[in-house]
Each structure stands twice: as structure tokens, then as C-alpha cells.
């Protein structure tokens, strides 16, 4: 088998051991993670949906084999010398009128309970 086949028949075999909680949900014997409630139980059908699409979604590392990915970088690549690092931004203040938004109070007509609301006092950038 190759790496790919061998993942997934540890990921299936995983799966069925991450069918939980004991008791509501158990693998079938194809290894399927299902509802152990009867099936006249009110409850059946949203337990069979959640054993069927969430209890074992989340395989932790099957079998303890994470995966994970990997690059490889061109051997033209370079990162940026130390000696020769990027400059840092400097913050700088908006001008004071491009905020400068008239704010009026509306009737309790339109604005309800808020409309004697306390409008924020402007600040200066400094």
C-alpha cells in the first residue's frame, strides 16, 4: 500500500474508536458510527443524525499518525538580512475634519428609549 492508502484505513479505523459518547452512539459493524437508541425512541432521529455527521468528525491523529503538510522553498529564496531590516510604520493622526460628522438627536419617535442617549464628546488625536 502507499502512504495515502495506509492513512486512510487507520483514519477509518480511528473514526470508530472516536464514536462517543458510549452508550448513544456506537460503530456498526461496517465500522459506522451510529444510534444505539431503539428506533421508536423519540430522540432516534436527531441521535442518528448526530452519531452519522458529528460524533466522529474530529480524528484526532489516526492510530497516532498526524499528518501534516510540508514546502520546499526555490534555493534562490533568500529572507531579508539583519543588517538590512524593513522600516517600521510610523502611527500618525487622521486630520481632525475627516470625523468631523454632525451627530443631531432624534424624537423617541424614530430612535425609541435611545433618543436622549449621551452623544460621545469628540477627542483629539494627540
Known amino acids: 500500500m502507499n502512504g495515502y492508502a495506509d492513512f486512510k484505513t487507520d483514519y477509518d479505523l480511528s473514526k470508530a474508536t472516536e464514536c462517543a459518547p458510549a452508550g448513544f452512539c456506537a460503530p456498526n459493524d461496517s465500522k459506522v458510527c451510529t444510534c444505539q437508541l431503539d428506533s421508536g425512541d423519540p430522540l432516534f432521529n436527531d441521535c442518528q443524525y448526530v452519531c ?75
Open 52 to 126: 452519522s455527521n458529528w460524533a466522529n468528525k474530529d480524528v484526532k491523529c489516526p492510530n497516532d499518525k498526524c499528518f501534516g503538510f510540508s514546502i520546499k522553498m526555490s534555493s534562490k529564496f533568500e529572507t531579508i538580512p539583519k543588517a538590512e531590516p524593513r522600516p517600521q510604520a510610523t502611527p500618525v493622526c487622521f486630520p481632525n475634519d475627516i470625523f468631523n460628522i454632525s451627530v443631531t438627536n432624534v424624537g423617541a419617535d424614530l430612535a425609541g428609549v435611545c433618543s436622549s442617549a449621551v452623544i460621545p464628546a469628540f477627542q483629539e488625536c494627540k
